[in-house]
C-alpha cells in the first residue's frame, strides 16, 4: 500500500517506519524542515530502541522517504495517516487546531486530485473528531474518501516493539471498505493472534482515551497507597506484590513513584476529563487522579523539606534521571521538570545525568532551573560531592551502582529515591540515609520526619 504519514513525531515516526519495514511505500511529512532533512541523511532525530536499526533498513530499501510537501504527499499516498501533536489547550480540552488546519488543506488537495482515500486519525482525538475532520474534508470536496478513528497504544521507550507486536489494533469506522483496508495493513502486525477490533468511530475515539485514564488511574492509586504506607509504617512494595498477585488486579502498572507525565497521560487525562464536562457529566474520580499526581510530582521536595528542617538553602544535590521514564528522550510532563525548578526557587544547586535527556531538558527547563544546574556526562561524577541524590527516572544504570560509592564520594549519603530502586536491606548495609516512596525510611531518626 502507498501511505502518507502526516506529523513524523515520536508517533509518526514509529508508524511509517514499521509500515515501510512490513513492505509497504511511506512517505512521511513534516512542517519542520531541519527533522525533515535530517531524517532524508538517515539520522533519527527521537531515541527510541530499535528504531534505528529498522529505518536504517527502510531507508536503504528505499520504501520510507520524507518531505515537507504535502501536495506531494497526498498524490502518492492512498492512506494518510494523521499523527499530529494534541496538546492540551487553556481549559484542558485537546487542541484539535493542528489536525483540523491539515484536513482543511486535504480538502483542496482531495478537489484538485479526486480518487478515493482514507484518512486515519492517530492522534489522540476527542470523540467527534472523526466526523469534524469528514466535514472539514467534505466542505471543499465531493470526491470519495472514508476517515478512520485508529487510535495509538504504542509506549515511548517500546514504540517499536508495540507497533510491530500490538495487543490490539483498534480501527473505528462504519465504512466496510476502508476497514478491509485497514485490517489488511496490519494483518502483518498480529499474525501470532491478536485482533484488530472493529468498532465505530466514537467508540474508538473514546477508547484510547478510557485506556490512558485507567492507567493514569491504577498509578495514582498504588501513589494513594504508598503514601498511606508511609504514615502507618508498612511498604507498598509487599502491598503491591500482595495485591497484584490476584489476576482481577493484575502485576502491572502497580509501583509507586513520584506521578505519571510523559506526552501523554496528563494531557489526555485532562481531555476525557473536559469532554465529559462538555456533555455535563463530571468525571469525579479523575478530579482526584489529577489533583493526586499534580502533588505526588513534588512529595520528594516535601520530603527533603521535612529531613532538612525547611532550608535547602545551599544545598548541591545530584539528580539522576530527567526523562519521564526510562529508554525515552522525551521529558514532556516529565517529574524531573517539576522537582528540579521547586528545588532551584528554594536554592539548591544541581547535577544532573540522564543517559538521553539531557538535550530534551535543557530545551523545555525554566530559566531558573537551568541557572541552578549542571550537566554531566556520567551517572558517577553526579554524586562526587553532593549534600544528597535525588532519583528521578528508573533507568536501569541506576539500578546497580557500587552501593558503598555512595558514602565514600557524597558528603552525606542520602538519598531521595522516588522509584524505590533500591533494597531496603541492602541500602541499611550500605550505610545510606534512604529515603523512598510507601517504604519505611532507611537510617533516618523517627523524630526527624514523622512521615518519611
Ligand atoms: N508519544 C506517544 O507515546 C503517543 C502514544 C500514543 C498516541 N500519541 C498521540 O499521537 C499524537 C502525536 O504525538 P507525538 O508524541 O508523536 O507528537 P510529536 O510532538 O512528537 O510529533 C508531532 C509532529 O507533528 C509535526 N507537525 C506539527 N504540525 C504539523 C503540520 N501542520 N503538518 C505536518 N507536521 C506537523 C511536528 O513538527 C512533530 O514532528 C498525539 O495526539 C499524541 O497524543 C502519542
Redesign the pocket.
Known sequence: MKIGV????????VTGTCFADSGNDVIC????AD?VERMKKGEVP?YEPGLNRVFERALREKRLTFTTD?EKTFRESETLFL????PPGANGQ?DLS?VL??ADKLGELFNEYPGYKIIVN????PVGTADKVREKIASKTDAEFDVVSN??????GA?VEDFMKPERVVVGTRSERAAEAMTALYEPFVRSGNPIIIMDERSSELT?YAANAMLATKITFMNEIANICERVGADVDNVRIGIGTDSRIGKRFLFAGIGYG???FP??VQAIHHTADEYGYNFRILDSVMKVNESQKLSIVEKMKLFYNGNLQGKTVGIWGLSFKPETD?I?EAPSLYITEQLAKLGVKMKAYDPEAIKTFQDAASDVTLANMEFMNDRDSVIEGVDALVICTEWNEFRRPVMDRFAKVMKEPVIFDGRNLYDLKRAEESGLIYISVGRPSVNVHKSKMATV
Open positions: 502526516i506529523g513524523t513525531g515520536y508517533v509518526g515516526l511529512l513534516d512542517i519542520d527533522k527521537i504535502l499523527c499530529l501533536p494534541t485537546a493542528f488546519s491539515v492517530k492522534s489522540t482525538v487510535p495509538e497504544f504504542l509506549r515511548e514504540a484510547k510523559g506526552s501523554c494531557k489526555d522525551d514532556r
